[in-house]
């Protein structure tokens, strides 16, 4: 059974990088799925942060594009999340997530990871 | 703003039936499948609908969606305490090439 699960720094200065891996286990980062950021700001709803295959496909948020970088390292079976130039705003509740893929078909976030809070204050 | 359109709250009596509505556009739910997630205060969410209908193993049978045109639903029937929760959906978005989530509906259980 894939379990994920988020590290990171739980607190970041304004205007630095916010920094976060998680690790996949039970299963391959390198199977059909993509796998995916998701966040939650407090007193907010879901927020969607961006996806990668394990070929280093990604696709972004369009809102968070310019200061978002996803990568994906095989080796580990990790995949990270890179957020720059980071404010108050970007305070939340940070979640990786396997975004199930059948045959291209988008099947759902199905597993998520039990969740990390970043703070951004200095 | 979400793209995706839902309302902030809905509410029901133990055993009652209970419907969440989920409004997009032909670039989202017109044209992708819909996903809705439980989301408990303190807990990571969970997907209890994926392909507008399907329900992933261990979701009880009371959870069920549908979708038409570019709306979507997710209903719960046999309303149980432990359904009180947000609920979420999300749809790919082929204009704006992401994922979109629904801004929410908290679900009491009076």
């Known amino acids: 059974q894939v379990q994920l699960q988020e590290s990171g720094p739980g607190l970041v200065k304004p205007s630095g990088t916010l920094s976060l891996t998680c690790a996949v286990s039970?299963?391959?980062?390198?199977?059909?799925?993509?796998w995916s950021w998701v966040r939650q700001s407090p007193g907010k709803g879901l927020e969607w942060i961006g996806e990668?295959?394990?070929?280093?496909?990604?696709n972004y948020n369009p809102s968070l594009k310019s200061r978002v970088t996803i990568s994906v390292d095989k080796s580990t079976n990790q995949f990270s999340l890179k957020l720059n130039s980071v404010t108050a705003a970007d305070t939340a509740v940070y979640y990786c997530?396997?975004?199930?893929?059948?045959?291209?078909?988008?099947?759902?976030?199905?597993?998520w990871g039990q969740g990390t809070t970043v703070t951004v204050s200095s | 703003q979400s793209v995706l359109t839902q309302p902030p709250s809905a509410s029901g009596t133990p055993g009652q039936w209970v419907t969440i509505s989920c409004s997009g556009s032909?670039?989202?739910?017109?044209?992708?499948?819909v996903s809705w997630y439980q989301h408990l205060p303190g807990a990571a969410p969970k997907l209890v609908i994926y392909?507008?209908?399907q329900r992933p193993s261990g979701v009880p049978d009371r959870f069920s969606g549908s979708e038409s045109g570019t709306s979507a639903s997710l209903a719960v029937s046999g309303l149980q305490s432990e359904d009180e929760a947000d609920y979420y959906c999300?749809?790919?978005?082929?204009?704006?090439?992401?994922?979109?989530f629904g801004g929410g509906t908290k679900l009491t259980v009076l």
């Open positions: 392909s507008n209908n």
């Open positions: 999300a749809a790919w978005d082929d204009s704006l090439n992401n994922v979109v």
């Open positions: 997530a396997r975004n199930r893929r059948v045959q291209g078909s988008r099947l759902g976030l199905d597993v």
């Open positions: 990668i295959y394990h070929s280093g496909s990604d």
């Open positions: 039970g299963g391959s980062i390198s199977s059909s799925n993509w």
């Open positions: 032909s670039s989202n739910i017109g044209s992708n499948t």
